[in-house]
T-cell receptor, first 114, second 111 residues
Framework: NAGVTQTPKFQVLKTGQSMTLQCAQD?????MYWYRQDPGMGLRLIYY???????DKGEVPNGYNVSRLNKREFSLRLESAAPSQTSVYFC?????????????FGPGTRLTVL | KQEVTQIPAALSVPEGENLVLNCSFT??????LQWFRQDPGKGLTSLLL?????REQTSGRLNASLDKSSGRSTLYIAASQPGDSATYLC??????????FGAGTRLAVHP
């Protein structure tokens, strides 16, 4: 039982390049989330998927797109990377039901955009 | 708009002390509150989750309380150890369990 996995762990991009961050969970969770964490700040929600087949914007969606490929996988795409997108990206999942709705996080992807 | 503040931003204590980390929020309409631990360069580990109808949760040396009327939560760490050194984050859940995070408290426990 791996929980939430993310690939890659590290990535360096040049401005304007594109890439996709992959996330998968094996806990049969309905909801999945993408957050970014910048130095000295808490995590901020980029996009989320309340259930398979649905996605919605979070607090900081500009410059990103997501795909809920199936119940297990939720990917985050940067179409044209910018230095402001240098950050650590975390994927999370939860059952999505009720008020006892603990979120479980992946290990993160550390992205640098030059 | 919900805002979450954690005080202090950093804390350094000798081993064995009892600690209180504070988290305050501006909107009491929450579903639950989670406390996380983050080690340097690592992901987040969930420590405790308090549902909106609860007032506290305990796990080992950790106790978290929630007072919605005053917009506050505290994380109490008893008999601190060097292994407790990490950043502690609180996060509130609103609709669809979207978490809103505080900036964290960096804790250093020295022998």
């Amino acid at each position: 039982n791996a929980g939430v996995t993310q690939t890659p762990k590290f990535q360096v991009l040049k401005t304007g390049q594109s890439m996709t961050l992959q996330c998968a969970q094996d806990m049969n969770h309905n909801s999945m989330y993408w957050y970014r964490q910048d130095p000295g700040m808490g995590l901020r929600l980029i996009y989320y998927s309340a259930s398979e087949g649905t996605t919605d914007k979070g607090e900081v969606p500009n410059g990103y797109n997501v795909s809920r490929l199936n119940k297990r996988e939720f990917s985050l795409r940067l179409e044209s990377a910018a230095p402001s997108q240098t950050s650590v990206y975390f994927c999370a999942s939860s059952t999505g039901r009720g008020s006892y709705n603990e979120q479980f996080f992946g290990p993160g992807t550390r992205l640098t955009v030059l | 708009k919900q805002e979450v503040t954690q005080i202090p931003a950093a804390l350094s204590v000798p081993e064995g002390e009892n600690l209180v980390l504070n988290c305050s929020f501006t909107d009491s309409a929450i579903y639950n509150l989670q406390w996380f631990r983050q080690d340097p360069g690592k992901g987040l580990t969930s420590l405790l989750l308090i549902q909106s109808s609860q007032r506290e949760q305990t796990s080992g040396r950790l106790n978290a309380s929630l007072d919605k009327s005053s917009g506050r939560s505290t994380l109490y760490i008893a008999a601190s150890q060097p292994g407790d050194s990490a950043t502690y984050l609180c996060a509130l859940s609103g609709g669809y369990n979207k978490l809103i995070f505080g900036a964290g408290t960096r804790l250093a426990v020295h022998p």
